[in-house]
């Protein structure tokens, strides 16, 4: 049974467009513990992503995507040229882990921070407990609310 799921990006680094794009692409780069042992321990191909735009003009959920591939070591991590480097990481005793995603939908427009705050059955997810978290679980009663709060795109 799939599980579902909140990925956060700053849309001008990789937004859902960027990802529409794309088709497919790895969710590398995340250095947080609580996030990294989400990715490595809990996410499963088939489960499904709310795509989260932060640090931008309109924040909030933009569209889905579904997790292709499960967890596998961040390559980022072994290239001195790449800003995730991590020097203490080794391809014998990785640190930090990544998935592929594959685009599923974008929404006609961002459902923002605000919107999601103001409803009840929202009151409880993870984004309102700890904000920071770049990937977070979300129920799957969530989830749905989410999705009816809008309408698809493409």
């Not at 967890?71 to 990481?89: I, N, R, V």
């Not at 998935?99 to 459902?111: E, G, P, T």
């Not at 999601?116 to 799957?140: D, E, H, I, Y």
Request: glycine share 4%; net charge neutral; proline share 6%.
């Amino acid at each position: 049974m799939p599980r579902y799921w909140l990925f956060k990006t700053e849309p001008d680094e990789f937004s859902i467009n960027d990802l529409r794009s794309q088709g497919t692409a790895c969710w590398d780069g995340v250095r947080n513990y609580a996030a990294r042992n989400f990715l490595r321990d809990a996410l499963g191909q088939g489960d499904e992503v709310l795509i989260y735009h932060s640090s931008c003009k309109t924040i909030g959920v933009a569209g889905i995507a579904q997790v292709t591939q499960a967890a596998f070591p961040d390559p980022t991590q072994f290239d001195p040229s790449s800003a995730y480097y991590d020097a203490k990481a080794s391809p014998d005793t990785p640190k930090w882990f990544c998935v592929k995603i594959s685009f599923i939908a974008r929404f006609d427009k961002v459902i923002t921070l605000a919107q999601l705050k103001s409803n009840p059955a929202l009151s409880g997810m993870t984004l309102f407990k700890q904000p920071r978290l770049s990937v977070q679980p979300v129920a799957a009663d969530e989830f749905q609310c989410i999705k009816q709060l809008t309408r698809i795109a493409d």
